[in-house]
């Protein structure tokens, strides 16, 4: 497995465990929606303010999201995601010296953010809608796929597994193959299992139990954890209280071979990972 991964004008080093920042410029996310996104448009300067903020405390990358995919989120149109995606990378790419990913699974959300200077595609849906894999492809970057049963309205109705670290294993072998044949370069490829889409709980905590079979794939797993309602099912707490379970299971998502966390809370969480690579260097 290569750690480095070509990312539009910059690489990522996966020799040692990554952060990335969280930013969702939507009016509607499950924990952090409107807090950059205010009078039904990004707010820049907040934006920019959190970004600064999250490259500081030690993000690496820096995700942005312009649709809320958590159960009964409002559908957004194309031309919506266009706006609200574009106007935070042209702000964020002229100014904060990092990698910058899309949360899309829109092709031209995809296109419109390469030629603007995002590096790394992360799509919920696996790069499945039409044309996807093939935007995708044209751009040349760096893509995350992720596994979700169904859609984000009804992913969480009665999700069902023979075995959820084999069926989710199978999915990437089958969209590996996908995307070799599109033309994706297996060097720019990171796979993520979807905690949280399309998995119950308990599935949930299986499949990070076994984490380490995603590492088969041969490519770096990336996960999202971060405040995830499997830390309601163990804690009685509200997304806003939910820091120290997720620093922690992001903490063990890392012990079992995870190469990128998806964050909320970047300083936390690497103050912890960084107390993790001492204790694994010793």
Partial sequence: MCPLIPCGQRVLDLSQPRIMGILNVTPDSFSDGGELFRDQQVDTDALLK????????????????????????????ETEELDRVLTAVEALASRIETIISVDSSSPSVMRESASLGAGLLNDVRGFRRPGALQAAAETGLAVCVMHMQGEPDTMQNQPTYGDVVDDISAFFTERLAELDTAGVA???????????????????FELLAKLEAMGSMGVPVLVGLSRKSMI?????????????????LATMAVERGARI??????????????????????
């Fill in 50 to 77: 959190r970004a600064e903020s999250m490259v500081s405390a030690g993000a690496d990358i820096l995700d942005i999201g312009g649709e809320s995919t958590r159960p009964g989120a409002r559908k957004v149109s």
């Fill in 186 to 204: 297996r060097d720019r490829i990171l796979i993520d299992p979807g905690f949280g889409f399309g998995k119950t709980a308990e599935q949930n």
């Fill in 232 to 248: 309601r099912s163990v804690l009685d707490r509200a997304p806003s209280e939910r820091l120290f379970a997720s620093v922690a």
């Fill in 261 to 282: 966390v998806r964050v909320h809370d970047v300083a936390e969480t690497a103050d912890a990972l960084a107390m993790w690579q001492k204790v694994s260097q010793s």
